[in-house]
């Protein structure tokens, strides 16, 4: 077995498991419904289609940053006859969160898999539409287990969060993943047999909470150098590149 891992990072998210109606919760870390979900717009799978060829993965993330939950709200309007009616409806969300996700599975799938993500059939979304992802997504295939996986690879957060916790003395990460047969773990309903929007069907897993060592993943041989991603923006840039061109045809 390998594993895939991807980069789930965006300015926000939105991972909701029970949400209904008018109020549309979120997760504190990435879904197996929702990654599983963006796996098949992907390769675009539709609704309607079936979902056999991913149970064979198992999944599991580490919060490698945590986001901030924050509240918005919509209008939504309804035209009945000649009345309209309009109420409020409310959306949560992770802002400036950072996670590292792993799918265990076939070499080949994962190959597939990876190779969707990078050329996807439909735009790809972290939880909800309106949450396109950022740059890398895709970290790679490694040729271990997901757990072991999870714990080589190097922290994914970002410079000034990473600051952030040693000034705070964070000194471990949360790795969330499913739990084995014989593992005890708790369950979640969070399984997706089915997207239909005629009927969603969702079963239960079993899940495992562990923590892993932060000096464990920075003093660790085995993860691959780092990768720099850029999160810093500079609206001037390309306006001095312009007043440098200008000034050299003004000379």
């Known amino acids: 077995m390998s594993t895939l891992l991807l980069r789930l990072a965006a300015p926000m998210q939105s991972w909701g498991i ?17 990654v599983i979900g963006m796996l098949a717009a992907a390769m675009g799978v539709s609704r309607e289609d079936s979902l056999d060829a991913f ?4 999944f599991g993330v580490r919060i490698d940053q945590p986001g901030t939950m924050k509240q918005d709200f919509h209008m939504v309007h309804r035209e009945n006859g000649s009345k309209s009616t309009a109420w409020v409806t409310y959306r949560y969300y992770l802002e400036d969160a950072i996670f590292l996700a792993g799918l265990e599975g076939p070499s080949e799938f994962l190959a597939e898999l990876k190779s969707a993500l990078m050329h996807p059939v439909y735009p790809l979304a972290l939880g909800r539409r309106s949450c396109p992802p950022a740059e890398p997504l895709v970290l790679g295939i490694r040729d271990v287990d997901l757990l072991t996986a999870l ?13 952030k ?7 471990s990460l949360e790795i969330v993943r499913d739990a084995g047969l014989d593992e005890n773990g708790y369950a979640v309903r969070d399984f997706p047999e089915s997207f239909s929007q005629k009927r969603r069907l969702y079963h239960f897993r079993n899940v495992i909470r562990e923590q892993i060592a932060l000096s464990q993943l920075i003093d660790s041989e085995n993860t691959e150098k780092k990768q720099e991603v850029p999160t810093e923006h500079d609206p001037m840039e390309l306006l001095e590149d312009s007043d440098v061109s200008i000034k050299n045809q003004n000379q």
């Open 151 to 163: 714990r080589q690879q190097e922290w994914q957060a970002s410079s000034w969060y990473q600051r």
């Open 55 to 58: 149970k064979v993965l198992k």
């Open 18 to 34: 029970s949400s209904k109606f008018d109020r549309r919760t979120t997760n504190m870390e990435p879904t197996r419904s929702g």
């Open 165 to 171: 916790a040693k000034w705070q003395h964070i000194t």
